[in-house]
């Protein structure tokens, strides 16, 4: 797989394999303009189709930053006004939501997406991180919610996810009234990474991509129900999201997965699963 896109690069990380490589790569430092989002977003959207892709690692091609965030040169949606403040709202609120939804796009999609971050992610970095599955972090990554430095709030995801990821209301909070720069150690122990890997972009690149060869190996059925179940116990009661789950297996406990998965045990050999169905949409 290789995807001729004009901002992000798209690439099997080996033909055989089912991890996929999604890369900014907008010179010079991964500033992201309406394009470039919208691309974003229709490249999870189609690889949340992909019957043989088992996990994405998104990460930068450039070695000194993952991204500097938001394109202030390219915000033209905020230029629009008119005389009714009301009306002026509408059509912005229409363009919000649909960045949102281009960003969302990462973690609708199916598979596990594992970001791999060296260098600064910058107020649009961090919605975007917030939106992936598992972060790991160079030594050499660090992490601002720029938006209160440029008089507004975030309103792509950071304020919605990151709560929830640190579960930490006073550093949450800190981090957004301040716009001060946090590192990889300070996001390691808050809970936003889960691994600082030494080194720089090919350090951590290298590492992401073994623990998603490793999540590429298991049942799709699995680790599609994972992820989907914990975003969905994630924004509901333990209540809900039990009687949810029982639902949901109720049905994918009828795939031949389980089944496999004892016989290759029982066997002695490594399970080989099938893949799901990609999507005719």
């Known amino acids: 797989m290789s995807a001729a896109n004009e901002y992000i690069k798209v690439s099997r990380v080996q033909e055989d394999e089912g991890v996929v490589l999604v890369q900014l790569a907008r010179p010079p430092v991964n500033a992201f303009h309406q394009a470039m989002w919208e691309e974003l977003g229709a490249i999870f959207d189609r690889l949340s189709g992909d019957g043989g892709v088992r996990a994405i690692v998104l990460s930068s091609n450039n070695p000194k930053i993952w991204t500097a965030g938001l394109d202030l040169t390219a915000t033209g949606a ?5 005389e009714d403040p009301a009306r002026t709202s509408i059509p912005l609120r229409d363009h919000i939501i649909h960045f949102q939804n281009c960003i969302t796009a990462i973690e609708r999609c199916r598979q596990p997406v594992l970001a791999a971050v060296h260098g ?9 991180l917030c939106a992936c599955d598992v972060r790991f972090a160079s030594e050499s990554a660090a992490f ?6 440029v008089g507004m709030a ?3 995801g950071t304020l919605s996810r ?9 550093a949450v909070k800190e981090l957004a009234f301040t716009g001060r720069t946090f590192d990889a150690k300070e996001a390691k ?3 936003f990474v889960s691994k600082v890997v030494d080194g720089g972009m090919e350090e951590v690149l290298a590492a ?8 590429s190996t298991k049942s799709p059925i699995a680790i599609m129900g994972s992820k989907h179940l914990l975003n969905h116990a994630r924004d509901n009661s333990v209540r809900n999201s039990l009687e ?3 639902t949901w297996n109720s049905l994918m406990l009828q795939a031949n997965d389980t089944a496999d998965a004892f016989a290759a045990f029982k066997g002695k050999k490594p399970p080989v699963f099938k893949p799901v169905p990609s999507s005719k949409l």
Do not use: H, M, W
């Not at 601002?144 to 430095?149: L, R, S």
């Not at 992401?208 to 999540?215: P, S, Y």
């Open 78 to 82: 905020l230029s629009f006004r008119d």
């Open 120 to 128: 600064a992610a910058i107020g649009l970095g961090v919605d975007i």
């Open 144 to 149: 601002c919610i720029k938006e209160v430095d």
């Open 154 to 156: 975030a309103d792509i």
């Open 162 to 170: 990151f709560p929830k990821i640190v579960g930490n209301q006073s």
């Open 189 to 191: 122990e808050l809970g």
């Open 208 to 215: 992401t991509v073994q623990v998603a060869r490793i999540i």
């Open 244 to 246: 949810y789950t029982a």
